[in-house]
């Protein structure tokens, strides 16, 4: 909740606030002492001896790119997602997301590959927000006009699947668990565009 004062804005710990400074703390970490990536990332085979990954591996990611664009991605679909349906909802979408992704990663990639990021999470707030918004317009670096979100979000998906190292199963899962709370969201009548 921002609160007003003659004009000025008072900064307010949210969610996505919580969020976006764990995944930098982790990634500051993970840069001091490179081996938290092997004990917290998520690997296929070895989950059932490091169940905890399902959850952390969300916080981790590969480089200054990666949790770059993961963090302005969650921040503004994070922010618009809870205007529409409350902080909760939000967190519910997040976490679930990213486990269905997890899962999906788990299920079709390799055995011993390694998964950090919270690229299925925020892909299922992205779906979310295409189902329940379809007709919002934002704009997507470097296409100089607007999309409509449902295009970028699928589009996105696709093109970002097509990247080497990219754990496009997660993205998969997320985005599919994302799609169905946002039709489950706008049956509820909580659609605003």
Not at 97 to 109: D, E, F, H, P, S
Not at 130 to 138: F, G, N, S
Not at 167 to 176: I, N, P
Request: glycine share 12%; proline share 6%; net charge positive.
């Amino acid at each position: 909740m921002i609160y007003r004062y003659g004009g000025y804005r008072r900064f307010s710990l949210t969610p996505i606030w919580v969020l976006i400074g764990l995944n930098l703390l982790l990634f500051i970490a993970t840069w001091v002492i490179p081996e938290l990536i092997l004990f917290l990332g998520l690997v296929p085979i070895g989950v059932l001896a490091r169940p905890w990954t399902m959850v952390t591996n969300l916080f981790l990611h590969s480089g200054i790119g990666h949790i770059l664009a993961n963090m302005i991605t969650l921040y503004f679909f994070g922010r618009y997602l809870c205007l529409l349906v409350g902080d909760k909802k939000f967190l519910i979408v997040y976490f679930i997301g990213g486990i269905l992704g997890n899962i999906v990663y788990i299920l079709l990639a390799p055995p011993l590959s390694i998964a950090v990021g919270a690229s299925g999470a925020i892909f299922a707030l992205g779906g979310t927000l295409a189902v329940m918004t379809p007709r919002l317009k934002i704009f997507v670096f470097p296409i100089p006009i607007p999309l409509p979100l449902w295009v970028a979000v699928i589009g996105g998906f696709f093109i970002i699947s097509l990247f080497p190292s990219v754990a496009w199963q997660a993205h998969l899962g997320g985005l599919a668990f994302g799609l169905i709370m946002g039709y489950f969201f706008r049956r509820r009548g909580r659609r605003l565009v």
